[in-house]
């Protein structure tokens, strides 16, 4: 018995999607017994539900002896007709039955070989399903995912993308287009949004009667982003895993959704074979969500904002822009306080007549905190110390100081700390400097220009 809760490809809809049309073959009267029975077989054995199987095996057999399926003649038809009886029958979305692609004499599994390396990718495949990630207007983020390929695949791509979007003030993640995938790598990006080991979903599997749990992992390769606004579009074509993340991203209310109702296929499982020309979908498992204690089979995740799906995107960006604007106001006027206490403080200390030990004392851990606030880098700092260091050389040297704790590596920093030193006769405390610098910086030409810094202060005080 093939373990499919045990693969990456628990929830994958998309699997075998990625083949052309199979060629049309005509199929006898025989050969639909054959496949019907196969059929029947395979779900009393592996559908999660026993009592559904059994159920929906004695309705197939009362269909096909009543003429259900005589109308279809060729074998992508009748597939058709087959899968959407079963869906209907069983209400079960991931039940498929699909016809292999032909080749001349050639089926089965050496047909879906050929198939799959002698036509061009399916669009998205080559990045794992990460066909898009940029950074719109008001500073929001967009990823545009087609499909949760297995994580050892698709990490890298997910990791890259997330890495680009890590300092925008609102995520968009479009599933309108997604079909599904590994629960891993549902469990893998739902990571990004959450900082506690909340239980995100569980799997049911007939086999073994054993539950998988999936919780929010506690490290993913970027950064993780709880805060961040976020939003997620749906169509009538995210379904399985895309239904999975949107659902879980809902339930723990984390996100809103943008779009259309979902296809409502929750029920993960695997593909068997049916026979050399016809495989089968079969949901051997379950998802059970740890809020709701149900799922999303048949009815699908409904949005928050329901909206046509060629109309999701510019909604969910009106949407975005909106609660950015409000973050934003609410931002300005907290960095309004903390950058009047800042000045105020630093104008403290620029008008101080006291030695540098006791401005450090009394001043800088309160001008870190607020640094800290503010978020400023070193680059801003340090520019405030730049119109200083000729005519307040102590300030500047304050400054500074603070400075290198946020870049240890930024030869101007010290070049200048050791200048302003220099301008207020402490040689011995600017030459230090320049050997902090020197044991510090990386590349020849950052050593050089630390050095020809000394000589240049050196030079110059020998000469008063």
Not at 37 to 64: G, I, R
Not at 118 to 125: C, D, E, I, V
Not at 228 to 233: F, I
Not at 410 to 431: G, I
Request: charged residues 25%; aromatic residues 8%; hydrophobic residues 40%.
């Amino acid at each position: 018995m093939t373990s499919f809760k045990k693969t990456a490809l628990s929830i994958a809809l998309f699997i075998g999607l990625n083949s052309q049309t199979a060629l049309a073959q005509a199929i006898s009267k025989a050969e639909k017994q054959q496949v019907i029975d196969k059929v029947s077989e395979l779900m009393a054995e592996h559908y999660v539900y026993p009592e559904v199987a059994t159920k929906t095996n004695q309705k197939l057999k009362q269909a096909f002896e009543q003429g259900e399926f005589a109308a279809h003649t060729d074998s992508e038809e009748f597939a058709k007709a087959l899968s959407t009886w079963l869906e209907e029958t069983a209400q079960d979305r991931h039940l498929r039955v699909r016809a292999n692609p032909v080749n001349q004499e050639v089926k089965g599994a050496e047909s879906r070989l050929r198939d799959s390396l002698l036509n061009p990718p399916r669009f998205g495949s080559q990045n794992k399903g990460v066909v898009g990630a940029k950074v719109l207007e008001n500073n929001i983020g967009y990823m545009d995912l087609r499909g949760f390929y297995r994580l050892t695949e698709s990490q890298p791509y997910i990791d890259s993308a997330m890495k680009l979007l890590a300092n925008t003030d609102a995520i968009i993640i479009d599933l309108r287009k997604n079909g599904g995938g590994s629960p891993r790598t549902v469990q893998y990006l739902c990571s990004y949004f959450f900082d506690e080991p909340l239980l995100l979903n569980s799997l049911y599997y007939r086999e073994d009667n054993e539950t998988i749990d999936y919780h929010v992992l506690d490290e993913v390769a970027g950064d993780k982003l709880p805060d961040v606004p976020l939003y997620v579009l749906t169509s009538n074509r995210t379904a399985s895993a895309a239904e999975e993340f949107s659902y879980n991203m809902q339930t723990r209310k984390r996100a809103t959704l943008v779009g259309e109702t979902t296809r409502g296929a929750a029920n993960p499982g695997g593909m068997f074979t049916v026979n050399d020309n016809f495989r089968m979908f079969v949901a051997t498992g379950a998802a059970i969500n740890p809020v709701t204690k149900t799922n999303w089979e048949t009815v699908g995740v409904v949005p928050h904002v329901a909206t046509e799906k060629d109309q999701a995107l510019d909604k969910a960006i009106e949407l975005a822009s909106t609660e950015v604007e409000k973050n934003w106001q609410a931002l300005k006027t907290q960095r309004e306080q903390s950058l009047d206490k800042l000045l105020a403080l630093l104008n403290d200390v620029k008008q101080s007549e006291k030695s540098l030990t006791d401005l450090r004392q009394g001043y800088q851990k309160q001008t870190k905190a607020l640094l800290n606030t503010l978020n400023l880098t070193d680059r801003e700092l340090a520019n405030l110390a730049y119109d200083s260091w000729e005519t307040s050389p102590k300030y500047a040297v304050f400054l500074l100081e603070i400075a290198v704790t946020f870049n240890e590596q930024e030869t101007f920093l010290y070049e200048y700390w050791a200048r302003a030193l220099a301008k207020m006769d402490q040689l011995s405390e600017a030459k230090s400097v320049i050997d902090i610098g020197l044991s510090k910086v990386k590349g020849e030409e950052h050593v050089k220009m630390l050095k020809e810094t000394l000589a240049e202060i050196t030079v110059s005080k020998n000469k008063l």
